[in-house]
């Protein structure tokens, strides 16, 4: 049985939504298990050939279509002060929206190991949370940033230039092209 326009409609209960999920990931694991680590590595590196010769992004019209050219006044309303819709961190489950935004993206920061004076490609920026927060906490590097949709750029921009960011670059572009602005030097 399909239960996702139940889910859809929120008529499913979170705790069985997260057993399926559980469950789903199990079998994921189970699925990409071989045995041993010699075919392991082997289906590994065939991942790799296979996603490198594929594009970067797929279906990028589409995904313009279906959500990153709807007016940033929507999600204004429907996310945080970041405008982050990948994901936030709750570290203990009480944080408000805001915060858990903040935690993630200073997280993402601390894995990327960012620090001053770095040059930084960006692909995929969306409203532009990562971008502006690293280039805010990193005000001696520069930032490139990508996006393909027009609505987010004009977002991105309006936000650096209120909140007095000069070190940031948007860009318009589909990243499966090549483009002098993302293949030469980033200023």
Request: charged share 25%; glycine share 6%; proline share 3%.
């Amino acid at each position: 049985m399909n239960y996702w326009p139940l889910v859809e409609k929120d008529l499913v209960p979170d705790f069985l939504i997260r057993k399926g999920i559980r469950s789903l990931l199990r079998q994921r694991l189970s699925d990409e298990s071989t045995g041993n680590e010699e075919t392991q590595q082997t289906r590994f590196n065939e991942l790799v050939n296979y996603l490198k010769s594929n594009p970067i992004a797929v279906e990028t019209a589409a995904a313009n279509e279906q959500h990153y050219e709807v007016p940033t006044e929507f999600y204004l309303h429907c996310l945080g002060k970041n405008l982050k819709y990948s994901s936030c961190y709750y570290t203990n489950g009480n944080e408000t929206l805001d915060q858990a935004e903040d935690i993630m993206l200073d997280l993402t920061c601390r894995r990327a190991e960012l620090k001053e004076g770095q040059e930084v490609l960006e692909l995929g920026c969306g409203w532009g949370s990562l971008s502006l927060f690293m280039s805010a906490k990193f005000p001696q590097s520069n930032f490139t940033v990508v996006s393909n949709s027009r609505t987010q750029k004009e977002h991105i921009d309006a936000q650096a230039r209120k909140r007095g960011i000069t070190n940031l670059t948007v860009i318009t572009a589909d990243v499966n092209v090549p483009t002098k602005n993302l293949t030469g030097s980033f200023r």
